[in-house]
Structure formats: structure tokens, C-alpha cells
């Protein structure tokens, strides 16, 4: 929102729920958009508990907010709570996005089309690519899906709990007829599959958490795409590292910026201006510099 802008009895409200919340880029990027379209509603951040979920998601209907994003811990857990849940949302098994369906409440996924929209926009069409992806979280479910819908022509899952790769590799089998297979963070066969890859894919916490990629960036040729989807000052100094290789790389603030831009559309039924969202994206991102890294 910019500063200033007037809250009425007539705002809309929409916002995210997480915890924790406090550091989200979310607020900034909508109520940006929100300005830049004359619309008068504003974006919140809302910390909610594990234990306090089903209460926050009744108490945000009664209050008649229009839909919200959900964030780390809830994206799985909200499911249940939910009126309706779309095919994208129950493919991936997570929900990012919540809108009024008329009287309830219906889940979203729009991490893998936002995703999809990324990569798109970086120049790098999957459909027929050779994909690797590090990590089988909840992020990592929707890019997988967003993959094998993109005609991937092969993927390999590579993750520290190998079942968890395993186990995805067979839910994303349904979805396409990307050629899928899958394994630990190490060994003679991944680094094949990296040596093979035209497209990397980063899922995993570890840039976040300060300990850059999780397999030797040696492993992956010069030339190819790296994406990470971790953004912040945190994971500046992987994306130069992979830039110092002569990979081409993409963080995961386009990501952000496009899940984003998908929610407002399914919330108001208009396209958001990109160029404000990604402007108030950079703005929290310098100020978040200034101020240390957040969580
Ligand atoms: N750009 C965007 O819009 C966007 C959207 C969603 C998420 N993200 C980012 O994506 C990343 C993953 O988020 P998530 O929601 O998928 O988290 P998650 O569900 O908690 O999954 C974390 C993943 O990281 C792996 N991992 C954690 N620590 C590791 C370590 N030390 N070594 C190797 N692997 C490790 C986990 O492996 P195990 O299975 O072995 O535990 C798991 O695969 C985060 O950086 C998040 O910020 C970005």
C-alpha cells in the first residue's frame, strides 16, 4: 500500500496466513498492485499457530474477508478445511491460494502455474527439456507437476530423504509422460543426470538456510539453466556462485511475483500491473538488506 492511501469502511481485505509471517514480501507486492489498479482494497499479513488454523479460516470468513494466500506451515493442513479444493491444488496436494466460491471457502495452487509463468518469461520453455530437481517439499511438488504438465521430457527427483523423491516421482507419474525417475542428494547417477540436464531446479531449503546448493555446482555444465527458488540477500551469493560458473540463472522472485500476480486475478478478476509488483518486490528486498536477513 502506499503510504498515506485511505482504508474505508468499503476496503476489501485479503491478506496471508503463516507463521511465521512477519518477513513476507506479499504485503508490499499487492498492495502496490492494489494501488496501481485504483483499487481500494489492502493485503494483511496474519501470524496463525498450527493449533489456531480452523478458527483463523472460519474467523476470516466471518469477517467477510474476499480470500487470502496461505503460506509455511498450512499449505497441506488447510485442505481439509476447505470447501472445495481445485484440481491443480489437490494434484499438488497444497493450497497457496484461497478465494470465495459464493458462500465458501475454495483452495488454489497458483505456485506451479507462477512457476511455469517464470520460466516461461527467463525463456525456457520445459516441453521437451531435461529436468533435474533438487529437494520433495511442498515447493517442489508444484514445480515437479508444473514440469511433467509442461511436457518435460525426462525429470529426475534427487532428494536428502530419498523416499520422498521416490514417492513423488509416483504421484507425478499420472500427469504427464515426462520420463520420471528419482534418488539421493549424491552419488555417480545424479551427477549424470546433472551432466545431462538442460534445466536445474533448486527446491530445496538450503540457499535460504545460508548452505547454497545442495550438490557441487562442478557437477553442473556451464551454459545450462539454474533456478533457484529461494529469493533475499540470503541466496544472493548462490545465484552469483552459479553465475560465476556461466550457468544461466533465475531466482525465485519471478515466482513470487507470479503466484502473486495469479491470486489477485482469481481475488478481483483483473490483471495486476507486473511492473508495480516487481518494483515493490526490489523495494522490500533493498530495504530487507539494510535491516539483516530475514527468516
Ligand atoms: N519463489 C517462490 O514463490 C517460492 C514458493 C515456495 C517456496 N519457495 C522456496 O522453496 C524452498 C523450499 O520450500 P518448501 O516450502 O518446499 O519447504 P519444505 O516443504 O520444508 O521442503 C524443504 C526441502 O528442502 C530439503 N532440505 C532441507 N534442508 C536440507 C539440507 N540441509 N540439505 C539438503 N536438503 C535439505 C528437504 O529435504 P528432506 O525431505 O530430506 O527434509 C526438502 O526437500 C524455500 O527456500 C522456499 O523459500 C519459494
Not at 513476507?24 to 492494489?34: I, Q
Request: glycine fraction near 14%.
Amino acid at each position: 500500500m502506499q503510504r498515506g492511501r485511505m482504508i474505508t469502511g468499503a476496503t476489501q481485505v485479503v491478506g496471508v496466513i503463516g507463521d511465521p509471517v512477519a518477513h513476507s514480501r506479499s504485503p508490499a507486492m499487492h498492495n502496490a498492485a492494489f494501488a496501481a489498479a485504483g483499487l481500494d482494497w489492502v493485503y494483511l499479513a496474519w501470524r496463525v499457530e498450527p493449533e489456531a488454523l480452523p478458527a483463523a479460516v472460519r474467523g476470516l470468513r466471518a469477517l467477510g474477508v474476499r480470500g487470502f494466500n496461505v503460506t509455511v506451515p498450512h499449505k497441506v493442513a488447510i485442505l481439509p478445511l476447505l470447501d472445495e479444493v481445485g484440481e491443480e491444488a489437490a494434484a499438488i496436494g497444497a493450497v497457496n491460494t484461497v478465494v470465495d466460491c459464493g458462500g465458501g471457502w475454495r483452495g488454489e495452487n497458483t505456485d506451479a502455474e507462477g512457476f511455469l509463468r517464470s520460466l516461461l518469461a527467463f525463456g525456457v520453455d520445459p516441453a521437451g527439456c531435461r529436468a533435474v530437481l533438487l529437494g520433495a517439499g511442498g515447493a517442489a511438488r508444484a514445480v515437479g507437476y508444473a514440469l511433467v504438465r509442461g511436457g518435460a521430457a525426462s525429470l529426475h527427483l534427487a532428494n536428502r530423504t530419498e523416499g520422498r523423491a521416490h514417492r513423488l516421482a509416483g504421484a507425478l507419474g499420472r500427469w504427464g509422460s515426462t520420463a520420471l525417475s528419482a534418488g539421493g542428494l549424491g552419488g555417480a547417477a545424479l551427477r549424470r543426470m546433472l551432466a545431462g540436464a538442460d534445466l536445474v531446479v533448486n527446491a530445496t531449503s538450503t540457499a535460504l538456510a545460508g548452505a547454497g546448493v545442495p550438490v557441487p555446482l562442478e557437477w553442473l555444465p556451464p551454459g545450462r539453466v539454474y533456478c533457484d527458488l529461494a529469493y533475499g540477500p540470503a541466496v544472493a551469493p548462490v545465484l552469483e556462485a552459479a553465475r560465476q560458473r556461466g550457468l544461466s540463472v533465475l531466482g525465485g522472485e519471478e515466482m513470487l511475483l507470479h503466484q502473486g500476480a495469479l491470486a489477485f486475478e482469481r481475488w478481483t478478476g483483473e490483471k495486476p500491473s507486473l511492473d508495480a509488483m516487481r518494483a515493490a518486490l526490489r523495494q522490500a528486498g533493498e530495504e530487507e538488506s539494510l535491516s539483516g536477513p530475514s527468516k
